[in-house]
Nanobody, 125 residues
Framework: QVQLVESGGGSVLAGGSLRLSCAAS????????AAWFRQAPGKEREGVAG???????NYVDSVKGRFTISKDNAMNTLYLQMNSLKPEDTAMYYC???????????????????WGQGSQVTVSS
């Protein structure tokens, strides 16, 4: 049984930083496609950052240079480091993993099978 447990959300002022964590069990994060999505009220779920077993990473244009997706293989945990946060980054953030091992580009939500419970990130100006 695959479980993804998220932590690290919160409220910050614009320009601040947060790190989201996604601890996995039942699936080895380093060997599969994994990603972070976000969903703001009234908007569709949006892929923010993705990675795969090769270490390749992809980001949506709006977060390039500010967000970094990474894995801790020993802890079997996926991270999203978010710097220079903006009010428009406010959303519920979800981690997700797939049975696939190689992912080309930032893939849609339907590609991913397992999801975390969500972490609220609120950025105020």
């Amino acid at each position: 049984q695959v479980q993804l447990v998220e932590s690290g959300g919160g409220s910050v002022l614009a320009g601040g930083s947060l790190r989201l964590s996604c601890a996995a069990s039942g699936l080895t994060v380093r060997s599969h496609c994994a990603a972070w999505f976000r969903q703001a009220p009234g908007k569709e779920r949006e892929g923010v950052a993705g990675t795969d077993s090769t270490g390749r990473t992809n980001y949506v244009d709006s977060v390039k240079g500010r967000f970094t997706i990474s894995k801790d293989n020993a802890m079997n945990t996926l991270y999203l480091q978010m710097n220079s946060l903006k009010p428009e980054d406010t959303a519920m953030y979800y981690c997700a993993t797939s049975e696939s091992t190689v992912c080309t580009g930032l893939l849609p939500a339907a590609w991913y099978t397992y999801w975390g419970q969500g972490s609220q990130v609120t950025v105020s100006s």
